[in-house]
């Protein structure tokens, strides 16, 4: 049964002077069309990993790639070649937004002079239409005064005004799939507030898909559909956003949510403080679960299904315990 | 910008100035006496004298340098104790052969090295790399001079197919007439329209050329290759691939114009060498440029003549990095 | 002397890193070869006069007869205009190549490094002052000034190197200044210097440590360059004098017989060659090695 985006069993690896690494074992998401799934884990969990995976865009020296498959509509996207990826899906059906909007426009050139050439070869257009073109797209965005922005150079720009160029240029060529790698991380907390709106406004209005990476779960329990759970490059909790938020059952999730600031009370209940060392073979998260218990030093808990189609990969939650 | 450009130049002065300094420290070091070199060998002690006078060593030393100061400011840079003409006429007649040797050279160097830098990074650990990467290291441990015999060996003695030196061969000296509007004999060949001294010029370019363009050859193409490394890394080459710009693109256009400071740099580095490189080689090619001129000198010990290359030479290169240095500043992202 | 102890203190991780990096390093079949090979130079160095067949001939030449032949079994690389054998000489020209390499090296760093290590951490007036004596120094076309200035001493070795010296050592200090400038804003040096750690200490066990990367890195490829320059120096006159077996002065010689004797300019030749390559090499991998963890990624 193949969805519209779908990955299954992926698992990658680096080569590092130590040796090969595994940083991604993930089972299974899926995500429909038009729908906004999160992905919430933190620092170093692999999101970014995932993200270039997806666009087959990992340095081709170090990244291994052990097995699964990435399947839009069906193609399993890890089995293109460069060349494929390069005319089909990057920009044209797939498209990314970085984190950070100051290293991923190119310093040297103006924001016109780059959604230009990206418009130039998706859809061949030239003088007054290309300028006209990206006008429409700036706009799209909510960029005031787009003409004179046309010219200016990226370090000219604020913070918010540059990830909205980002925005621009990866939809200027109707992609139908967005992965939004941590959009708002480097931007002051009251942009970041617009920035949210304007993803979720474009994703209704254009009907796109979203794949929204996030490190914390403030950013993805409004407009996510499904929410997936990451830690150490291993799903361990995966569902419907409402159902995730309030039954949620893995520690780590509960750590996460109880991370949003609330009511004095509410306020970090749940929030993990034990640091432990980790035990091989068992769960990747046991060194900092407040509530572990023997089978978590001894085996490593797969994703199962509790209600629905919300998963976890928690011992605890199997037996219903919290 | 216009505020950078003169701070930058007043201190280009400050340092000319410097190297005025320096080298009026060098003339007064010589353990051989100047005034006797220039009244010759077999003077007797009362033109020794004479020429002394004739040189002002006799004043005191802070007046020598203030006339020394003003001779250059005057253009004046002495007279070579062997040719006995005034140093800058012998340069300026000098000068459109070495141009020429520089100006290839360079073209050489950029025209090769630059794309051999780029195939090399964005090939990086695969067969053209490692080969682009030997090249260029091995092309910067070869001696100039030592290559410019082995290349007159094999393509002259050996071979026969290329002339052993000179701008152009004997009959052409003697029997056409050549031009002389530029001094540089390939330009004035072609104003002139007569295409046979064109292509007997050109073909005595080539090898002189290629021998003080291999080690510019080598530093820009390794230059090249670890500015675009670095390059490629950033994040922005990420995202133009993920926006499905093709490689081409990417490479050449994105990536190669950030790479246009340290480029500079770079090229104006190396045709500081090729200045330099020349003085090596003019010699063993017989070519009547700047480079033999100081060559001869420093074998003759004719202290004036080299003073006033090396004084003529620092200029130059002071205003070529000058020049590099403004070019970087270009760059948007520099705040001047 | 606690200086000194603060600054090995400061090397252990250092130590362990470069160890790690070592490892990395030794993987690399060029460097290896070209280590060897260095190593083989050194050797032939010392041995010369026990390896060459001809020892005497590294400066006196009294077989007329034997002038110019090729390349035999007697003669490997042939002999010169003075019938000497030019294999010896180039064997014993390794020594003039390596000591005028170390030297000039390990004392331009002398001259260099603490000039710019103080200018960049001590800033102001001091520092403005050394780098425009640094600048002035610069702005020379490399090599023009160790001609001049081999000129005016008067040709001799000892000169080419005292003139190479003086017009190698700014390099170092422009190198190392920079580093130090960067070095200096950082937060551990901001604050020893705000508990009012003395200015020596400062720079030995913290400045010194974080910016000599570069500059080793330098050194080791200016091994090479240095081997070039007393070999152009040698060829214009400047350096080694006759009958020295410096390799470059061979070449300068060999050019009146070299269209009949191709051996004479060509082995000496391969001989500078293979040493400034090996050198590169090897300044090329330490740099490999070095720069990755000196750079933020």
Known sequence: MSGYFEINDLRVG???????????????????????????????????????AILNLLPAASAIIYNGEICLEGENLLTKTQEEMREIYRGKRISMIFQDPMSTLNPVFTVGQQLGKVLQHHRGLKGKELVSKSIDALEMVKLPDASSILNKYPHELSGGQRQRVIIAIALSCDAEFLIADEPTRNLDVTIQAGILKLIDELQRNLNISVLFIANNMGLVNVTCKNIGILYNGKLVETGPSHQLINHHTHPYTEALISAIPRSKEEKLKFASAIIRPEVAGGCPYYSRCAQAIEVCTQKNPILQPISGTHQVACFLAYRGEQ | MIKFTLRRLLLGLIVLFGVVLITFILTRVVPSDPAAKWAGLRATPEQI???????GLDKPIYVQFIRYMTDLLNGNLGHSFRTRQPILSDLQSRLPATLELVIISSLFAILVGIPLGVVSA??????????????????????????????QLVFYRILGILPIGGRVSLETTLFMDIPTITGFITLDALFAGNFTVFFDAVWHLILPGFTIGMYPIGLVARMTRSALLEILNEDYITAARSY???ERTVLWSYALKNSVGPTSTVVALSIGYTLVNTFLVEAIFAWPGIGSYIATAVTGLDYPAIMGVTIVSTVAYVILNLVADIVVALDPRVRV | MKQLDAFLFTLKPRIRETRQSLYFYNRNRLQKISLIVVGIMVLIAIFAPIISPFPEHFRLGNNPSDKLLPPSGQYLFGTDELGRDIFSRVLYGTRISLSTAVIAVAAALIVGVPLGAIAGTVGGLTDEIIMRITDVFLSFPPLLLAIAIAAFLGPSLKNA???I??????????????QAVSVRERQFVRS??????PMSKIIFSHVLPNTMAPVIVQASMDLGGVILTIASLSFLGLGAQAPMPDWGLMISTSRTYFLNAWWYSTFPGIAIFISVLVFNIIGDGIREVLDPKTRKF
């Open chain 1, 14 to 52: 680096f080569r590092t002077y130590e040796g090969e690494k595994q940083v991604l074992n993930i089972e299974h998401i899926s995500i429909d069309r038009g729908e906004t799934f999160g992905l919430v884990g933190e620092s170093g969990a692999g999101k970014t990993v995932l993200a270039l």
């Open chain 2, 49 to 55: 004298e004479l020429a002394r006078i004739q040189l």
């Open chain 2, 122 to 151: 964005s090939n990086k650990g695969k067969l053209p790399d490692h080969f682009s990467r030997l090249f260029s290291v091995g092309v910067v441990s070869l001696p100039t001079f030592w290559i410019g015999l082995i290349l």
């Open chain 3, 165 to 178: 010296v003086i017009a190698w050592w700014p390099w170092y200090t422009r190198l190392i200044r920079g």
């Open chain 2, 244 to 246: 499905g710009l093709p």
């Open chain 3, 161 to 163: 190197i005292l003139a």
């Open chain 3, 192 to 197: 020893a210097r705000s508990i009012g750690t």
